[in-house]
């Protein structure tokens, strides 16, 4: 959960504006039970076909490489395509070594969640400093000022030692939930002008935000392979359940009593809707910051060792820990570059997650596990079948609204 927790809370309340308090709440639990399914079918392959194949563990894009090989001789066809989605991978900017086709899911990830962290870490220390000072840094000032700390955040190799990092982060946005607390019970809450139900046209954007604030997809494989007692990850109640239970009823109430405070005012991140001059507002600025800075070890570390396990055979023994380094600096110095010289990059990154974040997060899982269970493990009258197709169109539905969303953004942006 202190990996999962992350700043999109912050504009939870903004997606209760457009989703209803009712729906809203209804919506989060369902959006955590969606995110814990997918983990769970993830997982779960991935042991079969570790017992099957007698193999220690696997990561994403293994378990999906592996699922494709053992699928019946009439889908294994599906590799194929899967394979040249993957190929995507080598038109991204950080790949600097030569990366199987299959890691696109890390390296996506990489690209998007990496870029958008070191821009809102810059940006945000921008605003507070600049305020309190009155001085007038760029911000591809404070992201280079930035990228000084992360360079050595993501020189550590070793995932036990980032998640102390992660532990930090989640317990700093905690107290950001609770400084903003204390400015949304400031006055007395009421539901008078407080919608219940959304409209038509405001369900795509309630659903893209609890959906993505939810999503934890990058770091389902990485903990559980480091997890001393694996068998802890799933079942009943289980971590993963555990996690988005708490998360679900942390992301509702939040989301309500922040909606409830501020109506229709609501702004997209609730920490705009308090008074600039106060000091805890610029605390809790800093605080966000800090925490994502906090953040981007782990998220550095799943594309980092793909792009390891690809070269450490080519580097004399010798030179193995400068070979790392270096790597890693590249790849940092790569997507720092891409923050600096991309105006509005978060909004083209919006338009990359709302195309990519359900086939990833929603349709790898189902193609995984529908290739895997086929012909004939379905269940009584095939209702994993249904199960999957329903939840597949219900995946189309978010990438075709979500995209749509984006490309209105960016054609505002540049009106």
């Known amino acids: 959960m202190k990996s999962a927790l992350g700043i999109g809370i912050l504009s939870v309340p903004y997606a209760f504006k457009n989703g209803g308090l009712v729906f809203g709440v209804f919506g989060a639990f369902f959006f955590a039970m969606l995110c814990s399914h997918s983990a769970h079918i993830l997982v779960s392959t991935s ?61 996506y990830l990489m690209l ?24 007038d840094w760029s911000d591809r000032t404070y992201i280079l000022l930035v990228g ?6 993501t020189q550590i190799r070793e995932i036990k030692y980032l998640v102390p990092f992660s532990a930090i982060a989640g317990f700093l946005i905690l107290a950001n939930i609770i400084i903003s607390l204390v400015f949304i019970f400031q006055e007395p809450l009421s539901l008078e002008n407080r919608r ?11 659903m893209g935000i609890v959906y993505f604030a939810l999503d934890a997809t990058c770091l389902i494989f990485p903990l559980e392979n480091q997890m ?6 799933l079942g009943c109640p289980g971590i993963v359940n555990l996690n988005y239970i708490c998360l679900a009823i942390l992301y509702s109430f939040f989301g309500a009593v922040g909606y409830i405070r501020y109506g229709d005012d609501v702004e997209s991140s609730i920490i705009l809707n308090f008074p600039t001059e106060n000091v805890l507002v610029s605390c ?13 070890g782990l998220i550095f570390y799943v594309p980092t060792e793909i792009a390891w396990k690809k070269l450490h055979t080519k580097v004399p023994k010798q030179w ?19 923050a600096c010289g991309i105006p509005h990059l978060g909004t083209f990154m919006g338009l990359l997650g709302a195309v990519l974040n359900p086939i990833l997060a929603l349709w790898i899982p189902i193609v995984v596990d529908t ?36 490309v209105k953004n960016i054609i505002e942006l540049y009106q």
């Open 284 to 296: 809790i600025h800093v605080l966000s910051a800090v925490a994502v800075l906090f953040s981007i």
């Open 196 to 206: 219940m139900l959304p409209t038509p046209s405001t369900v795509a954007p309630y």
């Open 148 to 153: 000084v700390p992360i360079l050595f955040i």
């Open 320 to 338: 193995s820990g400068l070979a790392q380094s270096g790597l890693r600096l590249a790849m940092l110095g790569v997507n720092i570059a891409a």
């Open 47 to 107: 042991y079969k076909i570790c017992k099957k194949e007698r193999i220690p563990v696997l990561g994403f894009a293994e378990t999906v490489e592996k699922a494709c090989a053992n699928g019946s001789a009439s889908i294994r066809a599906l590799g194929t395509v899967l394979r040249s989605v993957h190929q995507m991978s080598i038109l991204q900017p950080c790949c600097v070594c030569s990366i199987d086709s299959t890691n696109i899911i890390d390296w």
């Open 112 to 135: 998007t969640t990496v870029v958008v962290f070191i821009v809102f870490v810059g940006t945000t220390l921008r605003e507070v400093v600049n305020f309190r000072t009155g001085w």
């Open 228 to 233: 001393r007692h694996p068998q802890h990850y």
């Open 371 to 406: 290739v895997y269970r086929w012909p004939n493990d379905f269940g009584r009258l095939r209702w994993r079948l249904v199960k999957n197709f329903a939840l597949s169109c219900f995946g189309l539905f978010l990438l075709v609204t979500g995209t749509i969303s984006s």
